[in-house]
């Protein structure tokens, strides 16, 4: 989707005026709760956060945010909005990566920043729950303190806020280990389009009565409700945790390593993820960009590198099969080189070659970015084809010399997972025309899904055809229609 072929302004939904800023006022407890261009309590500058996204490449209009501090002010909110034709985008961290969290025209932003307490825990059971808003960062710090982790864990942790993750369904670096979202959430508290409060906040494992309501907000990207209460399922947090990081030569060792991890390793296995050459190029790149002369990681570096973390209960036990396992891959060569880390300092040394990937695309570019899954072991195919097609159309040549300067590929290995980023030197509609639609194009020749963890958003909608059927789609907008007849909750994106 080009920016320039966004869809026009529905005069469905009502313009927000100055009059309207003074009803919401008098819904919400405080008056911070409410910034305005048009009232003047808010100028353009201070809206920019909201209206543009993480990688500057979304741009809303709004010229309100409403930033309630109760479920009840969401629900007089809503209820205010469903009354006046107001249409309105959830927003949590702000961290989304396709545009699902900005608004497109002049969208009522409802941002959860201020719903951030935690409501209650179960040392036995280990339920957590907290408000929609709480950042994932602050919410692991509070189980960390307990003896737990939260089952999710991502390089947005500290902007990204629960409720944010649960709309999205995030998968994040340890999805291997502690399963998706949709098996670990409890339940969850929603304001319906209409302002109608459901709890749905349950916090038992087991309940089969009827239909499992929550799951339809898992993953629904803010288009049927907002989400203001999460219960969640939280593991014990592991005494040892121990991280290895290796370069290959070939994907197919990538893939054996990672058959014999499970092997070896299976139950104290918490992340595999894998990056290749050019990832890890493009992280050195920005360290020397930032003025750091990044160190030197391996004696003999790869075409490819995967990152292994385990973790247990018993550091001794685990930091023997660990080492074992090191000194089995480097004798049968399916290795080149591999670090240990030998303390905390260098395991998010390690870690940070890992997750400073995202960042190193948008720092040193703009970054096109593709978030896929299939079969892992025809995952890394689709790197290859996008780096033939934009050097065959002139684009990706020499270092850094074309329109694109860099084409990586990295993600989450264990769970099939292809982050694919064309780094070009600018957003271009040039350079998008040859990555679209041929990268769905070859997504679906393999059966895959274009979307495998990042959601549908703007920059998606209009391809979900390319991984649902007919069918799924009419099902999808029944659902939509159901639950927000209006329309009036994100619109112009997920289901259109
Ligand atoms: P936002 O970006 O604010 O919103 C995302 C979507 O959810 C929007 O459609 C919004 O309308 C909706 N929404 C937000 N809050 C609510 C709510 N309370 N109720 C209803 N709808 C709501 N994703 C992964 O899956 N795995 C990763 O490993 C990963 N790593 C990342 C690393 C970085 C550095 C960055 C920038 C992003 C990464 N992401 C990853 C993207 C990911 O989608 C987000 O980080 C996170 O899930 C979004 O949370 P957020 O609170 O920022 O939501
Ligand atoms: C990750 O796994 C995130 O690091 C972001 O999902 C991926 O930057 C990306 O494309
Ligand atoms: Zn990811």
Known sequence: RHASTLPQRSDRFNKLTKSHIGELRKLVGSSSSILSTLDGSATEDDLKTYNNDWMNKYHGKSQVVARPRSTEEVSKI???????????????????????????HDELIISLSSLNSVRSFDPVSGV??????????SADGYLAEKGFIYPLDLGAKGSCQIGGCVATNAGGLRLLRYGSLHGSVLGLEVVLPDGKIWNGLSTLRKDNTGFDLKQLFI????????????????PRRSS?????VFSLSSYEDVQKVFSETKTHLGEILSAFEFFDAASYALVRRMQKHHGEEPKKVFEQEGDFYVLIETSGSNAEHDEEKLTNFVEHLMTSEMVLDGVLAQDTTQAHSLWSLRELITEACTKLGAAFKYDLSTAPGEMYDLVEQMRARLTEKGLLKGDWEGDVGAVVGFGHMGDGNLHLNIVAKQFSEKIQDVIEPFVYEMVKE??????????????????IGYTKSETSIEMMKQIKQMFDPKGLMNPYKYIV
């Open 446 to 463: 393999k059966g895959g899904s274009i979307s495998a963890e990042h959601g549908l958003g703007s920059m998606k909608a209009p391809y």
């Open 240 to 244: 040892s945790t121990n991280v290895a």
């Open 78 to 104: 809503m209820t205010w909005c469903y009354e006046n034709d107001i249409a309105v985008v959830p927003q949590g961290g702000n961290t989304g990566l396709v545009g699902g969290s900005n608004p497109i």
């Open 219 to 234: 993953g629904s990207e803010g288009s049927i409700g907002i989400i203001t209460g999460i219960s969640i399922l939280c």
């Open 128 to 137: 957590l729950v907290a408000d929609a808003g709480m950042v994932l960062e």
